[in-house]
């Protein structure tokens, strides 16, 4: 996919929602943008949010590298790609994330709701 065929280009809400509704693809976001990198592969992900899911009281699930690797690679990277967030090869793994300012201010957003502990 090419940047310009990416439907984030313009943001559509349905998108930035359907991104932010699993605490994993805020987590893909989040790694990127809190490191300033654009690319990286699945198991440097699935690592890095794995101790992000250990921290959390968002999800109770298994949050081992290995079942985060597995769940990334099956649902949560082919969503990012199709939305046009990220490019995912799944032959070898790699990511290079595109961003989009839209989802990186909600997505701040939900990370600050989530830490509040009174609503």
């Known amino acids: 996919m090419r940047p310009s065929d990416r439907t984030l280009s313009t943001a559509d809400v349905d998108n930035v929602f359907e991104v932010l509704a699993d605490w994993r693809r805020r987590a893909v976001c989040h790694y990127f943008t809190s490191a300033d990198q ?3 592969d699945v198991g440097a992900l699935a690592s890095a949010i ?3 899911g250990g921290t959390s009281a968002v999800d109770a699930a298994d949050t081992s590298p290995s079942t985060i690797q ?3 690679e099956e649902e949560h990277l082919p969503v990012l790609h199709r939305i046009g967030l990220i490019d995912y090869d799944e032959r070898s793994g790699a990511v290079k ?3 989009s300012p839209t989802v990186e201010k909600w997505a701040d957003h939900a990370a600050a709701v989530t830490q509040q502990t009174d609503f």
């Open 50 to 52: 794995s101790e992000l």
């Open 97 to 99: 994330y595109w961003g």
């Open 38 to 40: 654009t690319a990286a």
């Open 70 to 72: 597995t769940q990334l």
